[in-house]
Structures are given as C-alpha cells and as structure tokens.
C-alpha cells in the first residue's frame, strides 16, 4: 500500500505533457520559425519551463520586435501561474495530442495576464500558496516553524525537477496529529471552465463532526452540487489528467493528489459528448 | 470484517487512481517522448547546418567579388579552379604563418629554459659550496666531540678516584671513630674506677681518721683515767678541781704546758688562758658552749704565750709568683706549715713552708670568680673561702677536695669565717647582709640585714664583729641576732683581726689608721699610723702576731709596716721586696713568718733570718 502510495506520488510529480508551440503568424519574422515540441511538466509553471521555447523563436527575430513573451491557447490567453496539468485539463482535456500552444511576443493582454519579468515572481507566488494550504491544514504552524533554508528547498526542487530534494521538505506539510484523524481543513481549489468565476475555494474539514471521513463525492455535495448531479454524467471530475473515484477519501487526496503547492486543483470539465 | 471491507473499498479507489496515473503517462508522455526528443535533435542540427551555410555563403561572396576584375573564356571553369587554388593557397599560407608562429613561440620557450637552466646551475654552485662549508664545519664539530669526549673520561676517571679514595677514608674514618669510641669508655671506665677507688681512699682516710681519733681518745681517757687513779704526782691545781668546775674558772693560772703537750690537738696558739687542759678537753670534745671564754675578760692581759715565739722579720726570705693576677688573701694554717692564698685566679693555693721556702703544695679549685677571704678552721683540716661569684667554699685541706658550697648572697661574700664550734659559718657580702650557715645541713640558717656592706668579720664566743664600708663596726650577738654595739670609725673599715685572747680588736680602715679597740670597754686604745702607709683598698687586711706584741699591716706603696703595740711605735718597714700595693698580711702561729701578699701576683716570705 505504502509502496502504492509512493508511486502515486512519482507519477503525480513526473507526469508530462506533450506540446507543441507555434510562432503566432503575425509576429515578424527573418524567417520561417519552426514550430517547437516540449514535454511540459505537469506540476510546473508555464514561464519557468520555456526557456527553450523563447531562445528557439528569438533566434529567428529581431531584438526590438520582442516583447515579453506569452501563451495562448485557441485564443484563451494562458494564465502563467496556474500549473501547466492545471491548464490543459482544464482547455484541452479531451482534444488530440500533442497541445497546441501559441507563442506571442506583442500586444500583452494586460487585462487577462499577470506580468512576470522574473523568476523570483514565480517563487513568490508559488510560496504564498504554500503558505495559504498550511493555513488551512495546520494554522501555518508547520509552514512557520520551518526555516529560510527549508522554503527555498521546495522552490529549488520544484525549480530543478528534483523529487526527493522537495519531499524531504514536503512530508512535513502533510503530517498531522493522529488524534485529529487529518488536517484541519482541506486546502483545494475546483476550476470550472462555463462561469464567471475563476474557481470554488471553502473550509471543508477531512473528517466529519461524528468521525466518517469525507470522499471527493462528499465535498463536490457539499460545495458543487452540480458537478455530480446525475444526470447522464455531464461533468468530468479531473485532477492531474485522472477521474478519481468519487469514493476516493479527501484527505488521502490531499495528500498525495496535491500539486507541489499543496492545492489540490480539481477541474470539472464537461463531458465528451461521443 | 469492516476492516477487511474498508481495506478493498481502499484497494478499490487506490488501485483505480495508479492505474488511471499509468495510463495517462502512457498516453501523454510515453507516446511522444522519443519522437519530441529526436525532433530537437533535428532542429538542433538544422540550426547548425544553417550557420554553416550561412558562414559558405559570405565566403563564395568574398571571393566571387575578387574575381569580377579578371575576364576570361573560361571565366565560371577558371573562376572554380581559381577558387580552389586560391583557396588552397590560403590555406596553405595560414598554415606557414602559424607554424612560423609556432617556430617564434618554441625559441622563445628555449630561451626561456635555457634561462632557467642557468639558474638552476647557479642555485646548484651555491649549494654545493654550502654543503662544502657544513661539511667543514662538521669536521670541525667531529673534533671538538671527540676531545670533549676525551676530556670528560678524563674527568670521570679522576672523579672515581677520589670517590674511591673517599671510601677509604670513610672507612679508616668509621674505625677510627670506633676505636675513639671504645677508648672513650675504657677511659671513663678507668676514671669510674679511679674515682671509686679514690673515695674508697678517701673513706678508708676517714675511717683511719677516725680510729686514730678514736684511738687517742681512747688513750686520753685511759691517761685521764690513770692521772684521776693517781692522786699524788700531781699539781694542786688540778685536774680533778678543775673537772669539778665547770665554769672552769681557773684564775690566775698559767697553765703549764704539760699538759697541753699531751694533748694532740693541733691547736698551738692558746686558746683559753686559764687551764688549757680544760681547753684541749673542750676542744676535743667540741662544742661546749663557751663559758670558759665568757671569763676571759676577767684573767690577765698578758698573752700567754703559748709557744708562740714571735720574731720580727727583718728579710724576705722567698719571693714567688704565687697567683696569675692579684693576690688577695694570704693565711697561714694553725700548724704553720701550710701556707693559704686566694688570688683573683679563682684559686685558693697551698704551700709548705719548708727550709726558707714556700714549695707549691696544690690548688683548691672550683670557685668561679676571685678569692676574696681565706680561713682554715681550727684543726687546719678545712679550709674556708670566700669568692666574688657569691658563694663561700669549704676544701678539705688533705686531698683538695671541695665539700661544701654556700650559696646564698646576692653580691659578693667579701670575708667568711668559722664560727669558733667550726660546726657553722658566718660570711658577709657585698649585698649587705651577714648569713649564718649550717655545716651540717649545709643551709643558711639567719640572714641579717646588716645596713651595710661588710668587708671583714671576725667572732667571738657569743659575739660577731663585722667591719662595714659606712665606717662601722657592728657587734652581734649570735643567738640573739642583733646588734649588741655599734662603734663608729673615721674611715671605711677593710680589715678587722683578734689578739689571741680575744681582747682586743685590730681595725684598718681607709683612713690610713689601724686602731686597737679593747673590747672589755669598747673604746679605741691605740692608734698606730706611720707616713707612708696608705690603705691601698677596702679589702686591706693587718694582723696581730700571735702574741698579740705586734701588728702588722701592708701598705698601698708596697711596704710592710710592723708596730710595736706596748710601745705604740713603728717597729720596722719592709719596702724592698713589693712591687704593687700589699693586699693582705698573715703572721704564721709559729710567730717566725710573716707573709704578704700584693695586688701584682706576688707574695713574700718574711723572717728575721
């Protein structure tokens, strides 16, 4: 079970994403740019994984045509601080591989994109969602009896692709007193593609007042309904390119389902038609 | 139950989450990896490709723009040969200009080797030179070494000699000691010895003593016995009437000698005037209180001339060192044949007055300080004296040795006599007070605060007569303890002497007069003085002869002054013989001597011979 457990989290933190980024048509160029294929890293950030992409469409443009770069995929601008598995569960769950992504170096949509000059933006933010999961969970006292050292830890492991440098520093996010039976509120996110807002965000305890622990089911009950309403299975539940079951208990997934930032981010996408 | 439900309810979820994970990779991942892969890696070597073209193309420019100058048939044919010509020449041109750099950069580096080289040599030289001079300089060390070396079993070898060389002595020293050691206690044990015998000597003298003693005794008793049985031989002033009486009055008689011959006593001058057997009978038998001398006042002045056959010296007959320093006291023995005098050696020495000559006889050691006052007892067998370390001694004349210590004064004891029983002593000292002492139990009976301190003392029966330095002359009575009379005199009183019937008092004192005093009425009788006659000090010490006819007196230039006590005048001045002031005169029983003694260690025989 345990050895389970262990290659649920390898898969989760290894798990990859073929893609295909094209030059926008419009951005002037000295020559014909190829396209370029990349495995993207499901846990990662989209401007932290495209170095490559930016020095392969540099080289064929001029310097005072650049502009800082951005994503879009079929014309829905991609947030760079949503993680990448995020992101195309979300757009492109059920489309063909490898994912299409449009490259842009002009007209920065200001209006749906955040900035990002520099690497340590990302580490910022990817930090604070730590900060806010361990709220949830402990109360930020594991998250604030950790050191300096331990934080940067998790940055660099996510930033250098090192499993085990960011679990080291990682387990100590998921324990929990064994009287309390888990956290104290699971930290999750649920992305919905048809509504205005960006997601569902509450306070949702792993274990119930009387003791049963709560499952997936329990807490797309609780907080959206919808997603579960029977009727003809319209929704997909994903998480990391997977349907769990809905019996599937909460804390088990917050614990080994979570992306590095701590978040289980749970798309509800609507179902293929055929 | 449950838990076997829970646990594959778990499996159920579990299982379908890592079986849907491994699909999902290998649809996504799996499926596009390597074609991703191998398509980077054909970008890559297009990019490349294209930079190689790119780099060709500016190089064909180059060279086409050359050629345009030269026109020709064959111009594309020569234009190719000609590039490639060209190109080679230029290649082969770069290739002469680096290996001529090469060539350049090698010399330089042989140079510069070569340079070192040098150095090295250099550095070489030098050390070696170095190493030449330590070499040296150990050679040098070597020697040194050994000679130290040398030197030093040199010494070890002198230093185990003499450590042997003190073994021996040690040992020689440890038998010598042990023989020093052994001989030691032999000699103690012959001095034990000796001294046992010497008192074994001593105790065998005594007890002969004793016997003869007792032997005489004896005798007298049987005599006195056969002269009591024997009624008629004999003088009508007698024996018998005299025993009758004891207050032995015996008036008017002169007692014939007779009998005094026949008693062994030594005792020559006379005692009592009346009946001397009475007087040797009291002698020998010692101690009975002296009634007969409470009479004595009453009989005849005339001295009785016991064979004293008093002369007046004219010559010194022997002059002799007799002391290592002042001579202080000079006294003939009852006897007369032995000569006593105390000098500030500490000594008190005997002589024998033999044919003209005091021969030295012994000394009497055992005082720590000087002699100050001589006196034999009555028998002449002790010998009593007087010493500035506060103590009076008493010597058995026979073997020198000391009995008896007297301490007791706090100062000086200046004159210490015999009281006439010879059984107690009465001295004076310098501390002013007048002790009694006890022969017996040898401890001071009375001490008297006499006022004063006392130089001279003579006694009586009943009476003591001290001469003090405030001019006075102090009679006690002895068993009363107190002053009896006082008499004052004109100077400090050094001397005090008795006739031979105890009558009168012979007085020196610093006023250069020698008084006669008769002690009946207590008032001076005669005054002898003479020019030259100082008293040197205030231990000056004059006699009567024993006859009472003449007094003799050492003065303070050394001369010897005799008067003449019936006519008052002086008789004779003997000043040739003495050097320094004359301390004291001693006028033998016998009457044919005088000795004087002087503050300059000499002392002289006188005689009329």
């Known amino acids: 079970m345990i050895a389970d457990d262990k290659d649920v989290l390898r898969d989760v933190w290894f798990g990859r994403i073929p893609t295909c980024f094209t030059l926008y048509q419009d951005e002037v160029t000295e020559r014909e740019a190829e396209p370029f294929y990349l495995l993207l890293p499901r846990v990662s950030y989209l401007t932290l994984v495209t170095d490559k992409v930016k020095k392969h469409f540099l080289k064929v443009m001029k310097a005072e045509d650049v502009e800082e770069i951005w994503f879009e995929y079929e014309g829905t601008p991609l947030k760079w601080h949503y993680p990448i598995g995020l992101l195309f569960d979300l757009h492109a769950s059920n489309t063909s591989l490898p994912w299409s992504i449009t490259v842009h170096f002009k007209n920065f949509p200001e209006r749906d994109l955040l900035h990002c000059p520099c690497n340590s933006v990302i580490e910022a933010h990817f930090m604070s969602s730590i900060k806010e999961a361990d709220a949830l969970k402990h109360k930020s006292q594991v998250i604030n009896d950790m050191q300096k050292k331990d934080h940067k830890q998790l940055w660099m492991g996510l930033q250098n692709d090192k499993f085990d440098q960011f679990w080291a520093i990682n387990r100590k996010l998921m324990e929990y007193p064994t009287e309390e039976g888990g956290f104290r509120y699971i930290p999750f996110r649920i992305y919905l593609t048809m509504s205005d807002r960006p997601f569902i965000q509450k306070l949702f305890r792993p274990i119930s007042p009387d003791g049963h622990t709560h499952t997936l089911g329990d807490l797309l009950k609780e907080v959206y309904p919808v997603a579960i309403a029977n009727e003809a299975k319209r929704y997909q539940v994903v998480i990391h390119g997977i349907e769990p079951l809905l019996e599937t208990p909460l804390q088990w997934l917050s614990e080994h389902l979570s992306h590095p930032d701590n978040f289980l981010h749970i798309s509800v996408i609507p179902a293929p038609s055929d | 139950m449950v838990v076997m439900a829970e646990r594959r309810l778990e499996c159920s979820w579990k299982r379908h989450v890592v079986e849907q994970l491994k699909q999902r990779d290998r649809v996504q991942r799996h499926a596009f990896e390597e074609i991703i892969h191998q398509y980077n890696r054909l970008l890559e070597k297009s990019d490349l490709q294209t930079v190689l073209s790119e780099r060709y193309q500016s190089d064909k420019y180059d060279l086409q723009n050359r050629h345009d100058s030269s026109p020709g048939l064959d111009l594309s044919r020569n234009d190719s040969l000609q590039q490639e010509m060209a190109q080679m020449r230029i290649r082969h041109q770069e290739e002469l200009t680096e290996l001529h750099k090469k060539r350049g950069e090698l010399a330089q580096s042989v140079i510069e080797l070569n340079h070192q080289i040098q150095q090295k040599d250099k550095e070489i030289q030098s050390n070696e030179a170095k190493m030449e001079e330590y070499q040296r300089q150990i050679a040098e060390l070597e020697g040194e070494c050994r000679e130290l070396r040398g030197k030093l079993q040199d010494l070890e070898q002198a230093n185990q000699t003499l450590k042997d060389e003190y073994d021996a002595l040690q040992i020689t020293f440890g038998a010598l000691e042990e023989k020093l050691r052994r001989t030691t206690d032999d000699n103690q044990e012959l001095v034990s010895r000796w001294m046992a015998e010497k008192s074994q000597e001593a105790n065998k003298l005594n007890a002969e003593n004793e016997k003869d003693c007792k032997r005489r005794q004896a005798k007298l008793q049987k005599e006195l016995a056969e002269a009591a049985k024997e009624p008629l031989p004999l003088d009508p002033d007698d024996d018998i009437e005299v025993l009758a009486e004891d207050s032995g009055k015996g008036t008017g008689e002169t007692s014939p000698n007779r009998p005094l011959s026949r008693t062994p006593s030594k005792r020559v001058s006379g005692q009592s005037p009346q009946s001397s057997l009475l007087g040797s009978i009291s002698n020998i038998f010692g101690r009975r209180p002296g009634n007969s001398y409470g009479s004595s006042p009453e009989c005849t002045e005339t001295p009785s001339g016991v064979c004293a056959d008093v002369r007046v010296p004219a010559t010194a007959l022997h002059v002799f060192e007799a002391h290592d320093g002042e001579v202080n006291a000079v006294r003939f023995s009852p006897g007369s ?232 005048k002086l008789e004779r001045t003997l000043d040739k013989n003495h050097s320094s002031a004359i301390n004291s005169v001693s006028w033998s029983p016998s009457g044919a001597y005088v000795v004087s003694v002087e503050k300059g260690c000499k002392a002289v025989l006188w005689s009329d011979m």
Not at chain 2, 370 to 399: H, Q
Not at chain 2, 482 to 505: A, C, F, K, P, Q
């Open chain 2, 337 to 568: 044949r032995l000569l006593a005098t105390g000098g500030m050696d500490r000594r008190v020495k005997l002589w024998e007055v033999v044919s003209g000559r005091c021969e030295p006889k012994g000394a009497l050691t055992g005082s720590n300080a000087g002699i100050t006052s001589i006196e034999f007892d009555s028998a002449g067998s002790y010998l009593l004296a007087a010493s500035n370390d506060f103590a009076s001694r008493i010597w058995t004349v026979d073997d020198f040795r000391l009995r008896h210590t007297l301490t007791g004064h706090s100062g000086k004891v200046l004159a210490a006599r015999f009281l006439l029983d010879n059984a107690r002593i009465v001295s004076g000292s310098y501390d002013r007070t007048l002790k009694l002492w006890d022969l017996r139990s040898k401890v001071c009976m009375k001490t008297v605060f006499a006022g004063s301190s006392c130089n001279d003392i003579v006694c009586t029966e009943q009476c003591v007569m001290s001469g003090h330095f405030d001019k006075r002359v102090r009679f006690w009575d002895i068993r009363a303890e107190s002053i009896v009379r006082e008499l004052e005199l004109m100077g400090r009183v050094t001397s005090l002497d008795l006739n031979h019937d105890r009558t009168e008092l012979l007085t020196c004192s610093r006023d250069d007069l020698v008084k006669i005093i008769d002690l009946r009425s207590n008032a001076v009788r005669q005054t002898f003085s003479a020019q030259g006659f100082k008293c040197g000090a205030d231990w000056t010490r004059v006699t009567f002869s024993p006859d009472g006819s003449y007094v003799a007196g050492g003065s303070a230039d050394g001369a010897l002054y005799i008067w003449n006590v019936l006519t008052g």
